[in-house]
């Protein structure tokens, strides 16, 4: 390989991993009415490809499951959103894990 194309190669990986990572989040949103299992099996398959690609998941995408059991997080269905101190608590509803994110 030259100069600089090894860097450009994993580039690419990792593109291509984060749209594939995507693509298994707006699959797993669609499932999730008929199926809330398939959906979450989804969620930890684009976790665990996350972690063998190494990409950093946008700041949407990291709210929008639970880091514990890995359940897509579904206001109202699967996990209690809440507004306390300035701060949005999310309490997932299947592992009872607590999430607090500061509000920007």
Partial sequence: MKKGEYAKAKQQQRQS????????FD????AFP????????????????MQRSKVKLP???KKRFCKECKALWV????????LTKGRL????????RIQRMPLR
């Fill in 34 to 49: 008929s199926d809330a299992a398939k959906a979450d099996a989804m969620v930890a398959k684009a976790h665990k490809l």
């Fill in 89 to 96: 608590v999310y309490t997932c509803l299947k592992c009872k």
């Fill in 17 to 24: 991993a984060l749209q594939q990572i995507h693509a298994l």
């Fill in 59 to 61: 700041v949407l995408l």
């Fill in 75 to 82: 206001p109202g269905a699967t996990v209690r959103v809440r």
């Fill in 27 to 30: 699959a797993a949103a669609l």
